[in-house]
């Protein structure tokens, strides 16, 4: 088997030059991946009550800003706005499932905007993606001035936010995964698990 080549010297190690977009995705993808280990080892600290992968009644918290780790609601998106990062939280505890496989790309649509296969999985137009790239694993981080496309900003692969999530332009080859969400008393929650493969192939 021959191993994929990343020809990037940037921060996201994968082949073109780093504008301040690139740096701070990649940046992103650094801060995305360092939680990994830890939160696997917390988990089986507490007894493995609950997996480390979103679960259906997960709420949904901010990756980073001022309100890092507190809860997303729906009006904290705005049709049009760029996309939140988020991982998934345990509404019980309160333990927010920081890790790079459990980042999320968090956008909200216009509702009649959204295609017919990928309504079932969005909330009052809030859908959410895997926000690892699928074609060297940045965050995707972008609003595509189409309003209802999303872009990695490493080497600009873009993906459909109103249609699972499909690419539209490459190099990215595979869509992302997409998880189904609902509004339950209010709240953005998770109602599935994802549809699909996480980040690039193998
Ligand atoms: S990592 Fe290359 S386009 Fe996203």
Redesign the pocket.
Known sequence: MTEKKNPCACA?A?GHDPSRRSMMAGALALAALAPLAGSRDASAQEGGARSTKPEPGDKLAFMMGDRKDKEITPADLVVGGEPTLAYPMDPATGKVLSSRANLLTVVRLKPEAIGEKSKPNAAEGVVAFSAM??????P?TTLHPTGTQIV??????VFDAANRGVVTTG??TRRLAMLPLEIKDGAIVVAGKFDGPLGPPQ
Request: glycine share 12%; net charge neutral.
């Open positions: 996201c994968a790239c699928t074609h060297y694993g940045c995707i990695c900003n490493c080497h600009g692969s190099p990215a």
